[in-house]
């Protein structure tokens, strides 16, 4: 078959590298500027010199034989590495978390910057708004946060988009700073104050151990208290919230802060779904669980539901 994926995050690259290995024609798009989703590094020039943050997942486990063998064979490519001040168990892209995405977006061929606006029917086939006039598809595989589904699946798949939006996530304010020195702190903490998780990006295995750069996240309920401020005050407060928790710190090179509007969702069971009459499948964390195995794993699903 002739498949568009939708969503070139964990999830639908999982599917997209599986379905080709099975012998299909695989098209992936994805709306975002590089390869990433929610395992995004976000790259800053400032006064000549850059900065980078994993400003998304901060580390992944595997606790799935699949997914164990998966990251063994990154770490062969040196595409991830253990990172145990997380926690025992967790791994990171390196140099940076998108490295995984990266190298599985290379393989799929996915292209992006392309966002896609809904789905056409015409005869049996699908056909993408967003994407070239002239790609026809024999199915379509959706792999996108699940507030985003809805629009997309609405019209031609209702109990799709109906499933999508029963769902809800936890939003997540995220601060990126660079200091001028060391920051007087373990390489990770969490639980303080308005902070849920805060690490030295720079300790991770690959990163430019000379800089000194963090990423504060907020907790779930202060970042819903706060979603619809702007980033710069947002950002001002969680370093203040992170001084309350820390001490005295360093000079601040660069400060910015994002939101992500939906970065956790609940857990759910359904591991990914597709209707088979109208070859449209589902899948990504929201199906599964908040983490990135999850995604990895729902994509997985997808294929072999699709491979019947
Ligand atoms: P995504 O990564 O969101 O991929 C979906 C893709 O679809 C995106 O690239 C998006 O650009 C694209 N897209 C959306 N709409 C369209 C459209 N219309 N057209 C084209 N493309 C579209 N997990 C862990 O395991 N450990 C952690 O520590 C952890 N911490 C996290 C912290 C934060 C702040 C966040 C945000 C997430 C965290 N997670 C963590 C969760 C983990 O990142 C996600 O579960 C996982 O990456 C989801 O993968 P996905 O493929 O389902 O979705």
Same mark, same amino acid.
């Given at each position: ?103 599985? %977006? ?50 031609? %798949? ?151």
């Amino acid at each position: 078959m002739r498949i568009a994926i939708i969503g070139a995050g964990m999830a639908g690259l999982s599917c997209a590298v599986q379905l080709r290995e099975a012998g299909h024609a695989v098209s992936v798009f994805d709306k975002g500027r590089g390869p990433g989703g929610r395992m995004a590094t976000r790259r800053m020039e400032h006064e000549g010199e850059t900065f980078a943050f994993d400003h998304g997942a901060q580390y992944f486990t595997a606790r799935e034989i699949a997914f164990q063998a998966r990251v063994r064979a990154w770490e062969a490519e040196g595409i991830v590495a253990a990172w145990p001040a997380a926690k025992e168990g967790a791994w990171v892209g390196t140099p940076s978390m998108n490295a995984p995405i990266h190298a599985m %977006a290379e393989e799929a061929g996915a292209i992006f910057g392309t966002r896609i606006h809904a789905l056409e029917r015409v005869g049996h086939q699908w056909r993408l708004a967003g994407a070239s006039d002239e790609e026809m598809f024999d199915a379509v595989v959706v792999a996108v946060p699940a507030e985003q589904v809805a629009p997309l699946l609405a019209s031609h %798949a209702p109990d799709l988009a109906e499933d999508a939006r029963d769902v809800t996530s936890e939003p997540c304010w995220t601060a990126m700073v660079a200091f001028e020195g060391r920051v007087d702190a373990p390489d990770t903490l969490s639980e303080a104050g308005a902070i849920g998780w805060a690490a030295r990006n720079s300790a991770k295995p690959g990163r430019d151990a000379e800089q000194e750069c963090w990423v504060i996240q907020a907790n779930p309920r202060w970042s819903r208290a706060q979603l619809e401020r702007e980033a710069e005050n947002v950002g001002e407060e969680l370093l203040a919230h992170f001084a309350r928790a820390v001490g005295d710190l360093p000079a601040v090179l660069f400060r910015t802060a994002h939101r992500w509007r939906y970065a956790m969702c609940e857990k759910n069971d359904a591991g990914a779904l597709w209707d088979a009459d109208l070859r449209i499948g589902v899948c990504g964390d929201w199906l599964s669980g908040p983490r990135v195995e999850n995604a990895f794993l729902s994509g997985l699903e997808l294929a072999r539901l699709i491979e019947g």
